[in-house]
């Protein structure tokens, strides 16, 4: 058995058992598939208390020879980028492993030239465009220290991040396409700017030839730049515990924590994960309809793929444009062998009816995959049935911006896949449950606070500059261990299912209610396409339970029938659940505040039903804000 690939169930098993028993062993046997300048002096040395985690002490590498220079003896000629465009009359990129690597150097020289160095952060503020993936590598061709900030993010939010880290370059372009739109993205930088001081070079991109105004000494067009630059650019030598990225995800006091993740042991864990999750195998077409300014496009777009040789996919536009069926006509025009979204999209896709998932083929999935939240029932099943035609493994796989990579989930046709289940932890992952006490609760069947209890290479390793936030956030709740913030429930063969952040799980009558499983219930109603639920103060029972509704294609209730919905509505929680699990309130919108991820904004919405609406943070970075006043004109009082 080869430790790097996992084949079988039984395979399966003797990796997990050989990860906990020796997990030094078993990680050395991982490592040992990449290639290292310098071997490591010390595996792992670690402490849950400060915390202090360290992998591959000693260790040298560079990941881009990892991800690029290492396939060139076998792989120059495989494709290892295909990029869709927006618009589908465009014509698409494709790029072999040589002529990626090619670019990546000369972008890595470009950036040399404008005075870049190692260590040196750099802000990339992007659309889903080539150059995105390739100034991400070259960052770290030359040790720079790459912090992907979501291209639709305001210039204020942008303006918190650069200054966060101290960026000294921005990579960006001078527009971008999203759907019929056409949109500028170098004034936001321009904006931004103005509020940060760090900042000596911008280096722009030309996406959709605006005019773009230009500062003379900072500013630097890329095609001008790159013209004569040598396709050859030494790569910088790292330590395995050298910082390869900061990226910045929502903290629970509004400020952005910025997740620090290491060069060695990221790179052994987004290539072992990626490869055992997916299967992938050469020649497949890998499609994750992610962005890489969230951490599932660095690991599973850019970095898990590569590092194995595989062809990856990228796509610069949205799912409903020019049609509800784009993702399907992608699908069947490049034969995307495995395919990877968020529940988001697939409820979405869902909601415009079957008529384009029905019209495209299909045929050449193998797999297919869920990330970004816990998948409900009912798109799940449309997800297998429509999507899958009943012939693929779906990988639901939860991870976070802080583990680096997918921590639980089935390996696609080697484990056996649960509706709505995440299912087993990979081998060298050690979940556990804890009790609100903080007593780690027996094997079987359980249901508590999901933690981890051994450190995996992927691990964030700190916040940048605020460790003491980073302590209390991961490893002060539950001593000991790392704490993820979410629910789970385990079966009796140890299958996990996560049941939502536990800030939102609601404590009815002093009963530990997963808001996720309640949403799952009313999404099963056929006139739901998606909800959201929350607690608020209940005077008796402590909290009780708020839901948001929004439903299928706004088909214009009058308010005696939406009164009847209601109803339909809470007895149907109450019949799945139990009656302590119906929602005291329902409050039907047209839509629901999320983030540029696709996430729902529950923090917002647990403001709105409480009735506090004086501090609702900055919501010019959601995808609509637009909706937010809407929900409050819309609550519904006692």
């Not at 050859?232 to 990226?247: G, K, N, R, V, Y």
């Not at 896949?417 to 094997?443: F, H, R, S, V, W």
């Not at 009847?564 to 302590?580: A, H, N, Y």
Request: hydrophobic letters at 35%; a negative charge; proline letters at 4%.
């Amino acid at each position: 058995m080869s430790q790097y690939h996992i084949k079988t169930q039984e395979d399966y098993k003797a990796a997990y058992q050989h990860a906990i028993e020796r997990p030094e062993e078993f990680w050395k046997g991982i490592a040992d598939n990449y290639q290292w300048r310098k071997p490591w002096t010390t595996l792992l040395e670690w402490e849950f208390t400060t915390p202090n985690i360290k992998w591959f002490k000693g260790g040298k590498l560079n990941i881009t020879e990892n991800c690029l220079d290492r396939h060139l003896k076998d792989r120059a000629d495989d494709i290892a980028l295909i990029w869709e465009p927006n618009n589908p009359k465009e014509r698409e990129v494709r790029l072999t492993y040589q002529e990626l690597h090619d670019e990546v150097c000369r972008f890595a020289n470009v950036l040399k030239k404008t005075g870049v160095k190692k260590g040196d952060r750099v802000a990339v503020y992007m659309p889903m465009i080539p150059e995105l993936t390739i100034g991400v590598l070259a960052c770290a061709r030359i040790g720079a220290v790459h912090s992907v900030v979501f291209a639709g993010f305001s210039a204020n939010a942008l303006a918190d991040r650069i200054n966060d880290s101290q960026c000294v370059c921005v990579l960006t372009s001078d527009g971008m396409f999203r759907g019929e739109k056409s949109l500028s993205v170098k004034t936001t930088v321009d904006e931004a700017l103005l509020q940060c001081g760090s900042v000596h070079s911008v280096i722009v991109v030309q996406r959709d030839g605006r005019d773009t105004d230009m500062l003379l000494g900072r500013d630097y067009w890329y095609h001008e730049e790159v013209t004569g630059v040598k396709k050859s650019c030494h790569a910088e030598e790292m330590d395995a515990e050298d910082l390869l990225f900061i990226l910045y995800t929502s903290g629970s006091t509004g400020k952005p924590k910025g997740v620090v993740h290491t060069c060695g042991g990221y790179m052994v864990y987004a290539g072992y994960s990626f490869q055992n999750v997916f299967q992938y195998q050469r020649g497949d077409v890998y499609w994750c309809t992610a962005d890489v300014g969230w951490i599932t496009g660095h690991s599973y777009i850019i970095y898990g793929p590569l590092l194995n040789g595989a062809t990856t996919l990228m796509f610069e536009g949205v799912p409903t444009w020019p049609d509800a069926g784009r993702f399907w006509e992608i699908c069947d025009k490049y034969q995307v062998n495995q395919f990877y979204t968020a529940p988001t999209a697939i409820r979405a896709l869902m909601a415009c009816g079957n008529e384009f998932v029905e019209r495209a083929n299909l045929g050449s999935l193998k797999v297919i995959g869920s990330v970004g939240e816990p998948i409900n029932t009912e798109a799940w099943q449309w997800y297998h049935e429509k999507v899958g035609h009943k012939n693929c493994p779906i990988v639901d796989t939860w991870w976070q911006t802080e583990t680096g990579g997918i921590m639980i989930s089935s390996l696609a046709g080697v484990t056996q896949d649960i509706p709505t289940y995440a299912t087993l932890p990979l081998p060298g992952i050690q979940p556990c449950l804890m009790d609100e006490k903080g007593n780690e609760l027996p094997e079987g069947e359980q249901e508590g606070r999901l933690c981890i209890k051994f450190p995996w290479p992927s691990m964030a390793r700190t916040i940048y500059g605020d460790h003491q936030r980073f302590a209390d956030t991961y490893y002060n709740t539950f001593k000991g261990n790392y704490f993820t913030g979410d629910g789970a429930k385990r079966d009796a063969e140890g299958n996990y299912r996560i049941t939502g952040r536990v800030d939102d799980i609601v404590i009815v009558s002093g009963h530990n209610l997963g808001t996720a499983e309640i949403e799952n219930a009313i999404d099963e109603h056929p006139l739901v396409a998606e909800s959201a639920v929350v607690g608020y103060p209940h005077d008796i029972k402590g909290n009780s339970i708020y839901s948001f509704v929004t439903l299928k294609n706004d088909l214009g209730f009058k308010t005696e029938e939406l009164g009847l919905l209601e109803v339909e509505i809470k007895d149907l929680v109450s019949k799945t659940l139990g009656p302590i699990c119906k929602p005291e309130k329902v409050q039907f919108t047209t839509g629901l505040p999320k983030t540029r991820s696709g996430k729902i904004m529950r923090r917002i919405l647990r403001k709105i039903a409480e009735g506090d609406t004086s501090n609702l943070g900055d919501i010019s970075t959601l995808l609509n804000p637009e909706c937010v006043e809407e929900v409050i004109k819309g609550r519904v009082y006692d």
